[in-house]
């Protein structure tokens, strides 16, 4: 008798790991879930900096978007130096998802435009903005 039990638990135990398998392939079909991929690191005192010398395409919902980084880790647009020239002013731009433009290339962050309206506006005078804005 406890062999017969043992084998209609077995069989059952069967059946419902099946059951869990189809239910779990159906999930992935219907609702699939965007897979994450890792392109931040711990730096700068915050565990989601971004990596150094990135180049990845996005896909933000339905957007798509293509995000780089410096050798610092920065998202900027251009390369800049650590070192300043004497003649240049420089505004670093520090926060969270208005500066981390998540959606968008580097070329249309609030940073760029910051960047290209203080040159316009500012005659005479050279300014480099710095994107160190991040999602916490």
């Known amino acids: 008798m406890p062999k017969r039990v043992l084998s209609k638990f077995f ?12 239910f779990e392939i159906v999930l992935r079909i219907y609702n699939p879930q965007a897979t994450f991929d890792n392109y931040t ?17 996005i896909l933000f919902h339905e957007f798509s978007h293509q995000i780089k980084t ?6 900027n647009f251009k390369d800049i130096s650590y070192k300043k020239e004497s ?9 969270g998802s208005i500066f ?3 959606g968008v290339n ?3 962050t609030f940073a760029f435009h910051l960047n290209r309206l203080a040159n316009e506006k500012l ?5 480099e903005v ?3 804005g991040k999602n916490l």
Do not use: H, P, Y
């Open 106 to 108: 580097n070329d249309e």
């Open 130 to 132: 710095i994107n160190a």
């Open 100 to 102: 981390a433009a998540s």
């Open 70 to 75: 410096d050798a610092k880790g920065l998202r």
């Open 41 to 57: 690191t711990s730096k700068f005192g915050v565990s989601t900096a971004f990596r150094s010398e990135i180049q990845r395409d």
């Open 87 to 95: 003649d240049v002013f420089r505004i670093l731009c520090i926060g």
């Open 123 to 127: 005659s005479g005078k050279k300014v």
């Open 11 to 22: 069989f059952f135990a069967l059946i419902l790991i099946g059951v869990f398998c189809c």
